[in-house]
């Protein structure tokens, strides 16, 4: 009875660990980017795309003013969050895209520089929350057909890192990018060692 017990258990953790919310695809980028160009959803483009550039978490993310990457006439080329839940600084790239899209955004919303960036809706002075940016996140992969339970605020995270470490295989370069203190907790965090075994395997027959 006790060994019969024990195998539920062994199958719920095993489903956590494979159950992490899978990173977007290029396609499935430029399918959320269309919708959400041709729907005139400019605050949902620019959230979307600054939270594929800036590989942040959503506590970080939705946080952030627009003094953090802007002057108040340009959005920089590259920008720099203390993270809060290491509380180590990290830098990352904003593409000419994003660029743009943050700019009109900031003007039709008229934010000022200590503004948040993605402010509520009726309320300047308080920034969207982690709970409303994950009801986003949901509604934009089911409005392109994948299943909203497979994807969170993570997926967008490790979207462009998974993309760079399958161009590149620089462990390193993205531990940097996702200002992890530990190598090992990116290997885990992009499931690399599964991936990176399975390719070898398929790649021998006996």
């Given at each position: ?10 199958r ?12 977007l695809k ?18 949902d ?23 953090d990457?802007?002057n ?118 992009l ?16």
């Amino acid at each position: 009875m006790h060994q019969l017990n024990l195998i539920p258990n062994q199958r719920t953790n095993a489903q956590r660990f494979i159950g992490q919310k899978a990173p977007l695809k290029l396609h499935e980028v430029w399918a959320i980017r269309i919708r959400l160009q041709i729907s005139s959803r400019l605050r949902d483009l620019a959230l979307f795309n600054l939270a594929i550039d800036s590989k942040l978490r959503g506590c970080d993310l939705v946080k952030m003013r627009v003094s953090d990457l802007s002057n108040g006439e340009e959005v920089f080329q590259r920008a720099t969050v203390v993270q809060q839940k290491t509380g180590r600084p990290v830098q990352f790239e904003i593409t000419l895209r994003t660029r743009t899209v943050l700019s009109d955004w900031i003007t039709r919303a008229g934010l000022c520089e200590s503004d948040y960036l993605f402010p509520t809706r009726v309320n300047k002075s308080r920034h969207l929350s982690t709970r409303q940016y994950a009801r986003l996140v949901k509604s934009w992969v089911r409005e392109i057909g994948l299943d909203p339970a497979n994807y969170g605020t993570h997926s967008l995270r490790r979207t462009k890192a998974t993309l760079i470490y399958r161009k590149t295989k620089n462990l390193r370069a993205v531990q940097l990018l996702l200002g992890h203190t530990k190598l090992e907790s990116t290997v885990r965090y992009l499931g690399v060692e599964v991936d990176d075994a399975l390719t070898l395997s398929e790649q021998i027959e006996i």
